[in-house]
């Protein structure tokens, strides 16, 4: 079916103002991705799952511009002993980065895959991000996956200790960047993986992640600072039989952002856990989109999505279980949820099960409300202010996100972090 004119008209503006790294063994890959995206087109409004989130300034042909935040504050996880991995602007950064040797990990920048005879992520660029194509169309991802300029290969055959760190910063105010990252976690093998940082003025980055046969992966990751960004970010999961996949996102600031996670569950036992929790404050865009599939026996997967919302700002949560003939024991759940601290902001939500064995237990929810007027009350006549009960009742509200955490140190950082971004907005 052809592409109706202007959606056509504007891919191939997009189309024209970028151009395909020089990428040898990934050039298959790359012409693969650019003809999905001429097939398919930059989304618009009209597309089912654009029909919550503007995606104008996602697709334009240049990005808009964003203030650099600066700040004094450190880091996001700089208390912790980690290999540290920094990209300013979407540009590998050697001087800040940490050397990319690890004890049961192999790490390779992605310009540098090409220059190796044998290597295990030729075999895996762009494939889960063209399996993730259907049935939910997504042209940022092979955008992405076309015209990556950076990125890095992690290669876990073992049990690291101490966490991979990916650190974006932001320098310019008109940057535009690009970043493609691949994980592949061996058999029985485990991993963390930190994600921090505002990135670029305009980010579109995805991950492409295979989990072998009983392995494990556990990701947290901090968007904010920088509150004029955009961001589109891709999670592509394949889990093998007895695999665990653990993911958890904060987001604070940001004019616009879309998250998406497609996670597909392909061994018998595996583990699937999907969370998130964000507060925002007036023009804050916050879109949550994620699509879980199983196909295999006796798999758990958890979606659990809070949002604290004031001052006109919006979130999004569409989320989507799919349960295969032949899945039987799934044990499916979803629930989103916003706080809503004014008259003026808003949640939209879409949530979805859709299932083809008939021994499941599948459960999606979704809800939305103000303070719990008792419990404030309660608070007060114990002497707590006013503005020191909200932000604890809103705390109770997001810890059913941050719980998902496994790591307590890390969980603490991120309360630590929204208690800071809320005595600053009193």
């Known amino acids: 079916m052809a592409l109706p004119q202007a959606k056509q008209t504007a891919t191939e503006e997009r189309l024209a103002a970028l151009t395909m790294p020089d990428a040898g063994c990934t050039r298959k890959a790359r012409e693969a991705a650019l003809a999905r995206v001429r097939e398919m087109g930059l989304p618009g409004r009209r597309d089912e799952y654009w029909k919550y989130t503007r995606p104008d300034t996602l697709v334009s042909t240049a990005a808009p511009e964003a203030a650099v935040f600066n700040a004094d504050e450190p880091s996001m996880f700089h208390e912790f002993d980690r290999l540290k991995i920094v990209f300013i602007d979407g540009v590998f950064s050697p001087e800040e980065s940490d050397d990319l040797e690890l004890e049961g990990v192999t790490i390779d920048r992605l310009e540098d895959i090409c220059c190796k005879d044998i290597h295990?992520?030729?075999?895996?660029?762009?494939?889960?991000?063209?399996?993730?194509?259907?049935?939910?169309?997504?042209?940022?991802?092979?955008?992405?996956?076309a015209f990556a300029s950076d990125g890095v290969a992690i290669h876990v055959t073992g049990k690291p200790t101490k966490p991979i760190s990916l650190n974006y910063r932001h320098a310019s105010e008109t940057s535009d960047a690009i970043l493609h990252h691949i994980v592949r976690v061996e058999t029985d093998a485990e991993v963390t993986i930190l994600e921090s940082g505002p990135a670029a003025s305009r980010f579109n980055k995805c991950m492409e992640i295979d989990i072998a046969d009983g392995g494990t992966l556990h990701h947290v990751r901090a968007q904010g600072r920088d509150h004029q960004r955009r961001?589109?970010?891709?999670?592509?999961?394949?889990?093998?039989?007895?695999?665990?996949?653990?993911?958890?996102?904060?987001?604070?600031?940001?004019?616009?952002?879309?998250?998406?996670?497609?996670?597909?569950?392909?061994?018998d036992d595996a583990v699937a856990h999907v969370a998130g929790a964000c507060v925002g404050d007036?023009?804050?865009?916050?879109?949550?989109?994620?699509?879980?599939?199983?196909?295999?026996?006796?798999?758990?997967?958890?979606?659990?999505?809070?949002?604290?919302?004031?001052?006109?700002?919006?979130?999004?949560?569409?989320?989507?279980?799919?349960?295969?003939?032949?899945?039987?024991?799934?044990?499916?759940?979803?629930?989103?949820?916003?706080?809503l601290l004014d008259d003026d902001s808003q949640f939209l939500a879409k949530p979805e099960l859709e299932i083809y064995a008939d021994d499941v237990a599948c459960s999606h929810g979704s809800t939305s409300g103000a303070i719990d007027e008792t419990a404030l009350f309660y608070l007060r006549s114990r002497g707590v202010p006013t503005d020191d009960a909200t932000d604890m009742l809103t705390l109770a509200f997001l810890a059913e996100a941050v719980e998902e955490i496994e790591d307590d140190g890390l969980a603490d950082v991120i309360v630590s972090r929204l208690q800071d971004w809320l005595a600053r907005r009193r």
Not at 126 to 139: H, I, K, S, T
Not at 233 to 255: A, D, I, P
Not at 285 to 310: G, M
């Open 120 to 145: 295990w992520a030729k075999e895996l660029y762009g494939v889960l991000e063209a399996n993730g194509q259907d049935p939910v169309q997504r042209p940022l991802a092979a955008l992405n996956t």
């Open 231 to 267: 961001a589109a970010t891709h999670m592509f999961t394949r889990m093998g039989q007895e695999s665990v996949y653990k993911s958890f996102t904060l987001t604070v600031n940001g004019v616009l952002t879309r998250n998406e996670q497609v996670v597909e569950l392909t061994g």
């Open 282 to 339: 007036g023009d804050f865009h916050h879109d949550d989109t994620v699509f879980i599939t199983h196909d295999a026996v006796n798999c758990e997967s958890r979606q659990v999505f809070k949002k604290v919302l004031r001052n006109g700002a919006t979130g999004v949560f569409q989320g989507k279980i799919l349960v295969k003939e032949g899945a039987q024991k799934t044990d499916g759940y979803q629930i989103s949820q916003s706080l």
